[in-house]
């Protein structure tokens, strides 16, 4: 099946700072989605780019599909960004079944 | 807010109750799924469903048995089920166009499971 890789595994950043994540899949595919998990569990939906750039106040993602691989960028960061932040993609085609990386843990500290 | 409503939001339960964990999505969506969130793994689909019928259907054992109603709710019954099995269990919906490998999900905030 398809593979998804996440990096880093922990961050640590001081509020204020940038970051950029990223998610590298192994075979071609139709949708990348990006989700943050806050600490109390819920998952929510940052980004849904199968190629290209999209951007959502200080976040912004990109999306090279003939390089599998998608960043996630986190500017100006703030103590609410901290949490799980995961990649995921169809795990084949046709596929309702998301195949998801092991995730980002994100830390903002004051 | 995503939309997606999950009840209760924590669990326990002994090995032997039956209990039952509930989704509602108010978006107007047409597909419902269970994943399955335990520590130190990635998230795992459990179910789909499309228009109140199974469209895929992992390897679950049984005595976790889903049911939807209509395409705005979603239940997963549990029995006799096993202290491995205690993990975050998460709903979520998306527009379902019928190909499935396109599908934007929506999250509910999930059900924390303890199982004693």
């Known amino acids: 099946g398809i593979q998804v890789e996440q990096s880093p595994p922990d961050l640590i950043l001081q509020e204020g700072a940038n970051s950029t994540l990223r998610c590298n899949f192994s075979?071609?595919?139709?949708?990348l989605q990006w989700f943050h998990q806050n600490p109390w569990g819920q998952l929510i939906n940052l980004f849904y780019?199968?190629?290209g750039t999209k951007q959502n106040g200080r976040l912004s993602a990109t999306t090279v599909a003939t390089e599998r691989y998608s960043l996630l960028y986190i500017s100006s960061s703030q103590t609410t960004d901290s949490g799980v932040y995961f990649c995921?993609?169809?795990?084949?085609?046709?596929?309702?079944?998301?195949?998801f990386g092991k995730g980002t843990k994100l830390s903002v500290i004051p | 807010e995503t939309g997606v409503t999950q009840t209760p939001r924590h669990l326990v339960m002994g090995m032997t109750n039956k209990k039952s964990l509930k989704c509602e999505q108010h978006?107007?969506?047409?597909?419902m799924y269970w994943y399955k969130q335990s520590a130190k793994k990635p998230l795992e689909l459990m179910f789909v469903?499309?228009?109140?019928?199974?469209?895929e259907n992992n390897s679950v054992p049984s005595r976790f048995s889903p049911e939807c109603p209509n395409s705005s709710h979603l239940f997963l019954h549990l029995h006799t089920l096993q202290p491995e099995d205690s993990a975050l269990y998460l709903c979520?919906?998306?527009?379902?166009?019928?190909?499935?490998?396109?599908?934007?999900?929506?999250f509910g905030s999930g059900t924390q499971l303890s199982v004693l």
């Open positions: 075979d071609s595919v139709n949708n």
């Open positions: 995921a993609v169809p795990s084949g085609a046709g596929s309702y079944q998301l195949t």
């Open positions: 979520a919906s998306s527009q379902d166009s019928s190909r499935g490998d396109n599908e934007k999900l929506f």
């Open positions: 780019i199968p190629s």
């Open positions: 469903y499309s228009l109140e019928e199974r469209v």
């Open positions: 978006l107007g969506h047409n597909a």
